[in-house]
């Protein structure tokens, strides 16, 4: 049977990492997924409908990292786009949230163009961008940087969630790289899916409805989101110790003023009997302590029946209207700069150590 939800999504991936994004959304919670690409090989291997590939004619056969062929594949295949669109009724969605991995030239620096073109369609559009991993190198963080600065101050893309591979990296710390990036795709997808699906139905005590959850995505600025599990839920003190915790530690990007939130939107999930067994006082406390840390002008709760958490309260949070994560983009842009000038350092001294100038006259002859 279909979940319900509240919101029905399409996600459209751009480059491969983008694309890998969207199709686990259809793969594991069944969302319309297209895949749009400037390279034919990484296209075919996307696993969507073969009329939800668009491949982007460009003379290169790729993008090859380099953003602005990223953004002129799109600006030079508006027509095919558009007919993409209205062929697959991607106008038609309530919402189309682009996924693209911070870092290559297709998804990168098409993500922008494409959302204005989407918007053109009447689309109201999202992006999913995920940062790049320490080990990666500088052209891929560099073209980060740049996106981010351009999607950021585009009030026009709401919302724009940003994942960190870093922080998953650190939660899978023996996950191996044939598994990393499925692994983190389905955290995200997950996490994504389950405030839609919960926001459509009834709590057991609270509702985080469907319009509660349109107010939370349409907010502009950035969008952070994360789960986890509170165990520990015996007095009001650990409750609320527990849930901030939870909710800090499982944010999929790290460094966000919370403060700076617009909206908030808090889940808990856990079987009926469990919440029999703790007080209103305590729930309520637990929520004013929220409240405390976010500051956000609208907080909404939803406490749903789960019958497999029994001894466990599963967190779902997501804040909505937030400044760029200051500290970690500055961390970013340090770490690009040192390795930069360690590279045009490197340069600037590489030599043959050969003594060429024997062969030479004072006047450069033979």
């Not at 891929?140 to 990296?169: G, Q």
């Not at 409750?239 to 700076?260: C, T, V, W």
């Not at 970013?332 to 006259?361: A, C, N, P, Q």
Request: one cysteine or more.
């Amino acid at each position: 049977m279909e979940e319900r939800k509240s919101i029905l999504f399409s996600f459209m991936g751009l480059g491969y990492g983008g694309s890998r994004i969207a199709a686990t959304f259809l793969k594991e919670h069944n969302y319309p997924a297209y895949a749009v690409n400037t390279a034919k090989v990484d296209l075919g291997k996307i696993p969507v409908p073969k009329s939800h590939k668009l491949f982007l004619k460009n003379p290169f056969g790729g993008a090859g990292r380099d953003i602005r062929a990223g953004e002129k594949a799109i600006l030079n295949n508006t027509d095919a786009i558009r007919d993409f669109i209205r062929l697959n009724e991607i106008q038609k969605s309530e919402y189309v949230i682009q996924c693209a991995g911070g870092g290559g030239g297709t998804g990168t620096g098409g993500a922008l163009p494409m959302a204005k073109i989407l918007i053109d369609e009447g689309v109201n559009v999202g992006i999913i961008m995920t940062l790049p991993l320490e080990s990666e190198d500088i052209e891929t963080k560099r073209n980060c940087l740049m996106a981010i600065k351009e999607i950021y101050e585009s009030r026009d893309i709401r919302p724009f969630i940003i994942v960190d591979n870093n922080k998953i990296s650190t939660r899978y710390p023996n996950i191996s790289i044939a598994d990393f990036w499925a692994r983190a795709n389905k955290d995200i997808t997950l996490t994504f899916h389950m405030l839609n699906r919960y926001s459509s139905e009834k709590g057991l005590i609270y509702s985080l409805d469907s319009a509660d959850y349109r107010k939370i995505i349409t907010t502009p600025g950035c969008l952070v989101m994360g789960e986890t599990t509170v165990k520990d839920f015996q007095s009001k003190a650990k409750l609320a110790e527990g849930l901030r915790e939870s909710i800090s530690k499982g944010l999929y990007a790290s460094d966000f003023n919370l403060s700076s939130s617009d909206k908030v939107g808090i889940i808990l999930r856990g079987s009926p009997l469990l919440f029999k067994k703790i007080a209103e006082k305590d729930i309520t406390y637990a929520f004013k302590h929220i409240k405390e840390v976010a500051r956000a002008k609208s907080i909404y709760w939803g406490i749903y029946a789960d019958h497999a958490y029994k001894d466990r309260i599963r967190v779902h949070s997501i804040f909505s209207g937030l400044e760029l994560p200051i500290r970690r983009i500055q961390a970013l842009i340090d770490e690009t700069k040192s390795e930069i000038e360690f590279y045009e350092e490197k340069r600037s001294v590489k030599s043959t150590g050969l003594d060429f100038d024997f062969f030479f006259d004072v006047d450069g002859k033979k």
